[in-house]
C-alpha cells in the first residue's frame, strides 16, 4: 500500500483564526500499535486526534489512514473512516438525555444498521462485559466519572475499531480505575490486534502500556521514542516535561 | 515582520473585520436552514430513518414550556391593548361599534402570530440554543458524529418540524385568548355589546393567510436561529449562556424583521388593502 504506515501525518499544518496550532506535522502510526501522545495543554494533542476522523478539516498537509488519504473526505466520506476507527473522548461524553443502553445502541443502529431492538439486545451485552449490567437503565448523569469512562468505551468497542482514539482517558479517574483503563488498552492492543492512539499526560500509564511516544511541542512531533528511550533522553526540553519542571528550556504560550 | 501598518490600513482593517465575520455568519445560518431542510428529505424521503417520536416529544415540550406563558402574556396584552382602543376611539370619535372588527383583524394577521413568536422565540429560543450549545461544549455533537448521526439530523430538524406546528397551534390559541379578553374588557370597562365586538364581518381569507404564513415562517426561523446560535457556542458554559443569549436575542430580532418584511409583501399583494 504504497509505502504508507497504518496511519499517517504528513505535514499536517492548522491554525485557528490565524494562531498556529500545527505547524507540520509528521507522524506514522503502525497497524497494532499503542502510540501515546504526550504535551503540554494546548499544545494540539486532541486537535491532532480529531482530524483523523474529520471533525476539523486541516489547513495543509496530508492525512493517510490505511493506504487511504482520508483528509480530504466530506462528512459523509468519513462515515466509513469513523466506523474503523473509534474515538472515546476527554470528558467521557455520552448522550445526557439517553440511558446507558440506548448510548450504547446509538452506532450499532446507525453504523451497522442493526434494528433497535436488536441494538437494545447487544449493547446491554457490551454494558455487562464492562460490568456495568446493573447500571444499563440509567443516565449518564446518574454515575461515576469511572463508570462513565468505561460506558463510553464500550460504546466505541461495539463497532470493534481497527484503531481507538484515547482522549486523556484517566484524566480524572482515582489511580485504581486508571489502571484498569491501561489494563484494557493493552488487552485491546495485544490480543485484538487494535491499534491505540491515546493522548495523556499520565506518565505511570505511558511508561507501563506505550510502545512508544511522541512528543508534541510547538505544532511537531519534537521527539519520538519509546517510554525508556524518553526517560533517558537528553534533549532538555523532553527532560523538562518528563520531570515536571516549571522552569526551563520549554516556551508555553501563556505563560 | 515588517514595520506596522499605517493607520488608513489598520482602519480598513478594523472595518474589515466585522464584515468578513458577518458575512461568514451569514453564510453559516444559511448553511444551517439548508442543512435542516436537507435533513428533512433524508430523514422523511425514501429510505430515511423518521426520527419516531422525536417530534412529539419536543412539540410536547415546547407546549408544555409554553402554553400558560403564552396564554396569560396575549391575554394581558389584549387586555391592555383594547382598555387603550376604546379610550382613545371613544375620545376620537364617540362610537365603539368598530373597535371589534378592528381588532379582529389586526388580531388575526400580526398580533396573534408575532406576539406568540416573540414569546416562543425567548422560551424555545433558549432551550434550543442551551441544549445544542451544551451539547457542542461537552463534545457530544462530535459524539453524535462519532456514532454516524448528523447533529442536524438528530437535533435540529425535529425541533425544526415541532416548532413549526407548535407555533401555529398556539397561534391559533393566543389569538382567540387576546381577542376574547379585548373583548370582555371592551364589554366590562366601556358596555360595549359582546355581539356587536364578536362580529368576524372584516376579516378576510386574506387576513386569515397572512397571519397562518406569518406563523409558519417565525416557527421555522425560531429553531434555525437558535440552533445556529447552539452550534456555534464554544468554549465551557460561559459559551452556552452567550449562545442562549444570542438565540433569544437573533430570534426575537428575526420574527420582527420578518413580520415587517412579511407585512410589506402582503401589502404590495394586495394591492396597499390590508
Ligand atoms: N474548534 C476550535 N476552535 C478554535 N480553537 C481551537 C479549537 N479546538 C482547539 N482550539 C485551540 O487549539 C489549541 C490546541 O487545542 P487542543 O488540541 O485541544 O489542546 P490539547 O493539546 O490540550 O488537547 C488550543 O489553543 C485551543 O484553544
Ligand atoms: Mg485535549
Known amino acids: ?35 501515546y501522545i504526550i504535551g503540554t495543554s494546548g499544545v494540539g494533542k486532541s486537535v491532532t486526534i480529531k482530524h483523523l476522523v474529520g471533525f476539523l478539516p486541516i489547513d495543509k498537509g496530508e492525512i493517510w489512514f490505511d493506504g487511504q488519504r482520508v483528509d480530504r473526505l466530506d462528512e459523509r466520506g468519513f462515515y466509513p473512516v469513523r466506523r474503523r476507527v473509534g474515538m472515546v473522548f476527554q470528558n467521557a461524553t455520552l448522550f445526557d438525555a439517553m440511558t446507558l443502553t440506548e448510548n ?39 454515575l461515576s466519572d469511572g463508570m462513565r469512562k468505561r460506558a463510553a468505551i464500550a460504546r466505541t468497542l461495539t463497532l470493534a475499531p481497527e484503531v481507538v482514539l484515547f482522549d486523556e482517558p484517566t484524566t480524572g479517574l482515582d489511580p485504581v480505575n486508571a489502571r484498569r483503563i491501561d489494563r484494557l488498552i493493552r488487552e485491546l492492543s495485544r490480543t485484538l490486534g487494535v491499534t491505540a492512539v491515546v493522548v495523556s499526560h499520565d506518565l505511570p500509564s505511558i511508561m507501563s502500556v506505550a510502545d512508544r511516544v511522541a512528543f508534541l511541542y510547538q505544532g511537531r512531533v519534537h521527539a519520538l521514542a519509546t517510554p525508556a528511550e524518553l526517560a533517558a533522553s537528553a534533549d532538555p526540553i523532553v527532560q523538562q516535561f518528563i520531570a515536571g519542571r516549571s522552569s526551563g528550556p520549554m516556551e508555553t504560550p501563556g505563560f | 515582520m515588517s514595520a506596522a501598518p499605517s493607520l488608513p490600513v489598520r482602519a480598513l482593517a478594523a472595518l474589515g473585520r466585522p464584515v468578513i465575520a458577518a458575512a461568514r455568519a451569514t453564510l453559516e445560518l444559511w448553511g444551517v436552514l439548508i442543512g435542516t431542510l436537507a435533513g428533512i428529505i433524508r430523514s422523511y424521503g425514501k429510505g430515511g430513518r423518521r426520527p419516531r417520536g422525536a417530534v412529539v416529544a419536543q412539540m410536547y415540550a415546547i407546549g408544555n414550556r409554553s402554553l400558560v406563558f403564552v396564554a396569560v402574556t396575549l391575554g394581558f396584552i389584549g387586555m391592555v391593548m383594547m382598555y387603550q382602543a376604546c379610550l382613545q376611539f371613544s375620545r376620537a370619535i364617540g362610537d365603539l361599534s ?12 400580526d398580533f396573534g402570530p408575532t406576539l406568540t413568536a416573540m414569546m416562543l422565540a425567548t422560551r424555545v429560543g433558549a432551550g434550543i440554543a442551551a441544549e445544542i450549545g451544551s451539547m457542542k461544549v461537552t463534545e457530544q455533537l462530535d459524539a453524535l458524529r462519532m456514532s454516524g448521526v448528523l447533529p442536524i439530523d438528530y437535533l435540529l430538524v425535529p425541533r425544526f418540524l415541532a416548532s413549526i406546528v407548535m407555533t401555529v397551534a398556539l397561534t391559533i390559541l393566543g389569538a382567540a385568548i387576546m381577542y376574547g379578553a379585548g373583548g370582555l374588557t371592551a364589554w366590562l370597562s366601556f358596555g360595549v355589546n359582546p355581539r356587536t365586538f364578536f362580529d368576524p364581518a372584516m376579516v378576510q381569507p386574506r387576513h386569515l393567510a397572512l397571519g397562518l404564513v406569518k406563523a409558519v415562517t ?40 420578518l413580520d415587517f418584511a412579511l407585512s410589506v409583501g402582503a401589502l404590495w399583494l394586495f394591492g396597499g388593502d390590508l
Open chain 1, 1 to 35: 500500500m504504497s509505502g504508507r504506515a497504518f496511519v499517517e501525518f504528513v505535514g499536517v499544518e492548522k491554525a485557528f483564526a490565524g494562531k498556529p496550532v500545527l505547524r507540520g506535522m509528521d507522524l506514522a502510526i503502525g497497524k497494532g500499535e499503542i502510540l
Open chain 1, 104 to 142: 450504547v445502541a446509538l452506532p450499532l443502529r446507525k453504523h451497522q444498521g442493526l434494528g433497535w431492538k436488536a441494538a437494545l439486545a447487544d449493547a446491554r451485552r457490551r454494558l455487562a462485559q464492562v460490568y456495568l449490567a446493573d447500571f444499563a437503565d440509567r443516565y449518564p448523569a446518574e
Open chain 2, 98 to 109: 368598530q373597535v371589534g372588527l378592528q381588532f379582529l383583524r389586526l388580531v388575526v394577521s
Open chain 2, 218 to 257: 417565525y416557527g421555522a426561523a425560531i429553531p434555525i436561529v437558535s440552533g445556529f446560535c447552539g452550534l456555534r457556542a464554544r468554549g465551557s458554559s460561559e459559551g452556552v449562556g452567550w449562545a442562549t443569549t444570542a438565540a433569544v436575542v437573533g430570534s426575537s430580532f428575526a420574527v420582527i424583521a
